[in-house]
């Protein structure tokens, strides 16, 4: 018995959890509700940890698959932009957690347009790895 692949299963996670950090965090913004802001951050901490058990599923299914070499190179970029989509969403949280560590707690313009660049890259990701299926 061969297990499916587990990575396209996970991927909707992580994915939702950066929508809901972003929409949250503009929601707190324009509200000034607290909740909401702890809301945007807890759910930015999910997509990073959900991010990174996403990633794993994804070798894990890439090194269980017979691709052939053009296949692969098209996983390869996959696999870099998922990478690349990583990295920006440790750099995002690190900044929303001292943003969270202020007095005022309230996202910064440049803050909103960074999660909104992370936001947009998401679906990118999101977008070509659907494809690739």
Partial sequence: ??????????????IAFV?????????AKITKRESLAHTAW????AALIDGALTIAAGYWDMNRAA???????????????????AA?????????????QQARRVVTKPYVIGALLVLALTFF??????ELV
């Fill in 1 to 14: 018995m061969t297990l499916p692949p587990l990575h396209p299963a996970l991927v909707h996670l992580p």
């Fill in 19 to 27: 929508v809901l950090s972003f929409l949250t965090d503009i929601a």
């Fill in 42 to 45: 807890w759910s930015l901490v």
């Fill in 67 to 85: 691709l052939t070499a053009d296949t692969h190179s098209y996983v390869n970029l996959h696999l870099l932009i998922g990478w690349l989509l």
């Fill in 88 to 100: 920006c969403l440790l750099v995002l949280t690190v900044w929303r957690w001292r943003i969270r």
């Fill in 125 to 130: 990701q999101g977008w070509y790895g659907g």
